[in-house]
Antibody
Framework: QVQLVQSGAEVKKPGASVKVSCKAS????????IHWIRQAPGQGLEWMGI????????TYAQRFQGRFTMTRDTPTSTVYMEVSSLRSDDTALYYC??????????????WGQGTLVTVSS | SSELTQDPAVSVALGQTVRITCQGD??????ASWYQQKPGQAPILVIY???NRPSGIPDRFSGSSSGNTASLTITGAQAEDEADFYC???????????FGGGTKLTVL
């Protein structure tokens, strides 16, 4: 069965970095794009970016360019989201999600459980 | 504009039909997908494409689109449908995605 399992919660100080992992299983890793989505406490979903696990190519939402880096490790079927120079407003749940696409139809059909990143001094 | 707009809150009587809408210029070119999120849980996909339901999603959920508006309809709403609902689609460039602000559905 398809699963996306994310790393555990993190507490970081402002200015530090964090790297969240998302390990895929139950399907061919390189066949499906992975998206990252952020949800601040009590807020809505925010699309951060997409990574092609086959090529490693990435596209970021404009507000997530610069301090945010998506990577993948194909042998372990794992994608990563690294956030540098953490600020208090980076405190949020970070989700990875697999994208199913068929023609112009697309949906995030499997989600990780979410990783809570707390930035606090 | 590069935005998807949803009503913040909608209510429906138990067993009645409710439509949740999502407006945006990019919806003239791209389909929306819809996600249900209950408190403390990750979102789940309920509708994608023209009107496709993933396995396990009840057939009371359906999707439609007209012009710049995509709609999620729940026919015969159940108590367990109470949740936040989000639409998602591509932006006008097609390279990025975006979520609507979410609609909190209350089943009375």
């Amino acid at each position: 069965q398809v699963q996306l399992v994310q790393s555990g919660a993190e507490v970081k100080k402002p200015g530090a970095s964090v790297k969240v992992s998302c390990k895929a299983s139950g399907y061919t890793f390189t066949n499906y794009y992975i998206h990252w989505i952020r949800q601040a406490p009590g807020q809505g979903l925010e699309w951060m970016g997409i990574i092609n696990p086959n090529s490693g190519s990435t596209t970021y939402a404009q507000r997530f360019q610069g301090r945010f880096t998506m990577t993948r490790d194909t042998p372990t079927s794992t994608v990563y989201m690294e956030v540098s120079s953490l600020r208090s407003d980076d405190t949020a749940l970070y989700y990875c999600a697999r994208a199913y696409s068929s023609g112009w139809s697309e949906g995030f059909d499997f989600w990780g459980q979410g990783t809570l990143v707390t930035v606090s001094s | 504009s590069s935005e998807l707009t949803q009503d913040p809150a909608v209510s429906v009587a138990l067993g009645q039909t409710v439509r949740i809408t999502c407006q945006g210029d990019s919806l003239r070119s791209y389909y929306a997908s819809w996600y249900q999120q209950k408190p403390g849980q990750a979102p789940i996909l309920v509708i994608y494409g023209k009107n496709n339901r993933p396995s396990g999603i009840p057939d009371r959920f359906s999707g439609s689109s007209s012009g710049n508006t995509a709609s999620l309809t729940i026919t015969g709403a159940q108590a367990e449908d109470e949740a936040d609902f989000y639409c998602n689609s591509r932006d006008r460039s097609g390279d990025h995605r975006m979520f609507g602000g979410g609609t909190k559905l209350t089943v009375l």
